[in-house]
């Protein structure tokens, strides 16, 4: 391989390890001020296969149009301890429609809320609080263990986190299938649940469509 696609691989590996976010070719492309994006999709390629061949807890997946630089999904837990939690109000919003209507797509979730859900999905991913599984070519979004405890919900059953919601919002299910488009108002982040008490989320539910 020639040294100069050597190097470009490295720029991309750098551009994804420091956006920490999935990126299209082209915003890797913007980046590196490469007005041709074909050498760049070819590192790309050549970088996902790298990272499949060797012994890493990192791999490159490619989600949609974009490519992310991460943690293998068996090794999200063990950072666990050392990945603080900090949810700002978009995040709280992604992560309540993610917990309302899981499993839910990821292009679903881009549909509700736009391309912000690639950074918020890799950030709740990353703390723990989602787990991803591919699903065609997009990723099918479910909360974990982690969530529930975070929130005080005494259960990991989908059915049983919407009921939790319902009642903590004070408003009645949505009737109809799962909506394509939603709205969320979240002005403050909640906290870690207390021990005594289970907080109340500070967002709006998910409106029906």
């Given at each position: 391989?020639?040294s100069?696609?050597d190097?470009l691989?490295?720029q991309?590996e750098?551009?994804?390890?420091?956006?920490?976010?999935?990126?299209?070719v082209k915003?890797?492309?913007?980046?590196l001020?490469?007005?041709?994006?074909?050498p760049?999709?070819?590192?790309?390629?050549?970088?996902?296969?790298?990272?499949?061949?060797r012994?890493?807890?990192?791999e490159?997946?490619?989600?949609g149009?974009?490519?992310?630089?991460?943690?293998?999904?068996?090794?999200?837990p063990?950072?666990?301890?050392?990945?603080?939690?900090?949810?700002?109000?978009?995040?709280v919003k992604?992560?309540?429609?993610?917990?309302?209507?899981?499993?839910?797509?990821?292009?679903?979730?881009?549909?509700?809320?736009g391309?912000?859900?690639?950074?918020?999905?890799?950030?709740?991913?990353?703390?723990?609080?989602?787990?991803?599984?591919?699903k065609?070519?997009t990723l099918?979004?479910?909360?974990?263990?982690?969530?529930?405890?975070?929130?005080?919900?005494?259960?990991?059953?989908p059915?049983?986190?919407?009921r939790?919601?319902?009642?903590?919002?004070?408003?009645?299910?949505?009737?109809?299938?799962t909506?394509?488009?939603?709205?969320?108002d979240?002005?403050?982040?909640?906290?870690?649940?207390?021990?005594?008490?289970?907080p109340?989320?500070?967002?709006?539910?998910?409106?029906?469509?």
């Amino acid at each position: 391989m020639p040294s100069k696609l050597d190097d470009l691989v490295f720029q991309v590996e750098a551009v994804l390890f420091a956006a920490g976010k999935p990126l299209s070719v082209k915003e890797i492309s913007d980046a590196l001020g490469q007005t041709d994006y074909r050498p760049v999709q070819s590192a790309v390629r050549t970088l996902e296969k790298t990272y499949g061949n060797r012994q890493s807890a990192l791999e490159v997946r490619r989600v949609g149009d974009r490519y992310a630089l991460q943690l293998e999904e068996r090794y999200v837990p063990t950072v666990h301890s050392v990945t603080p939690v900090e949810l700002a109000p978009r995040t709280v919003k992604a992560l309540t429609l993610v917990a309302y209507h899981q499993p839910l797509l990821q292009s679903h979730l881009v549909r509700m809320i736009g391309d912000v859900a690639y950074e918020e999905v890799q950030h709740l991913r990353t703390v723990g609080l989602v787990r991803t599984e591919p699903k065609g070519a997009t990723l099918e979004l479910t909360t974990t263990r982690r969530f529930a405890e975070y929130f005080g919900i005494g259960s990991t059953k989908p059915e049983e986190i919407r009921r939790y919601l319902e009642q903590k919002l004070g408003v009645p299910p949505p009737s109809g299938a799962t909506p394509a488009a939603a709205a969320v108002d979240a002005p403050e982040p909640p906290g870690p649940a207390p021990a005594e008490a289970a907080p109340t989320p500070a967002v709006e539910p998910p409106a029906a469509g």
